[in-house]
Nanobody, 125 residues
C-alpha cells in the first residue's frame, strides 16, 4: 500500500509560479512511476505530467509543456510539480498518483494504482 499526500496548492496571480509536492509512504518509492493529474469543476480528470520509475524521461500534456516540470527526490520519497507562467485555465484540483510495475503508458488515470487526496490550485486573472 502506498499513501500519497499533496501540498503546495494555493491562490496565485496569472503569470505566477507554484511548486506542488507529493510525499509518499513506503520503502519502494524508487520502483513507482509517478504522475500528476488535475480536475476542474465539471470536467474529467486530465493528465498533466509523469515520470517513470527509471527516471529515464518525463512526459507532459501539451497544455503545460514548457511551463511545468515534474521531478522526484528519492531521498525524500517526494515528487514535485514546478508550475510557471500560470494561467486561469490551470485552475483545478491537482492530484498525484503512483503506478507500480512496468506500464506502457503513464498518461491515463487507469495506469495508476494509488492516488492522493488532491490540492487546490487557483489562478486569478
Amino acid at each position: 500500500q502506498v499513501q500519497l499526500v499533496e501540498s503546495g496548492g494555493g491562490l496565485v496571480q496569472a503569470g505566477g509560479s507554484l511548486r506542488l509536492s507529493c510525499a509518499t509512504s513506503g520503502r519502494t518509492f524508487s520502483t513507482y512511476s509517478l504522475g500528476w493529474f488535475r480536475q476542474a469543476p465539471g470536467e474529467e480528470r486530465q493528465f498533466v505530467a509523469a515520470i517513470p520509475w527509471t527516471n529515464s524521461y518525463t512526459v507532459y500534456a501539451d497544455s503545460v509543456k514548457g511551463r511545468f516540470t515534474i521531478s522526484r527526490d528519492t531521498s525524500k520519497n517526494t515528487v514535485y510539480l514546478q508550475m510557471g507562467s500560470l494561467k486561469p485555465d490551470d485552475t483545478a484540483v491537482y492530484y498525484c498518483a503512483a503506478a507500480g510495475g512496468l506500464r506502457s503508458q503513464l498518461s491515463r488515470t487507469w495506469d495508476y494504482d494509488y492516488w492522493g487526496q488532491g490540492t487546490q490550485v487557483t489562478v486569478s486573472s
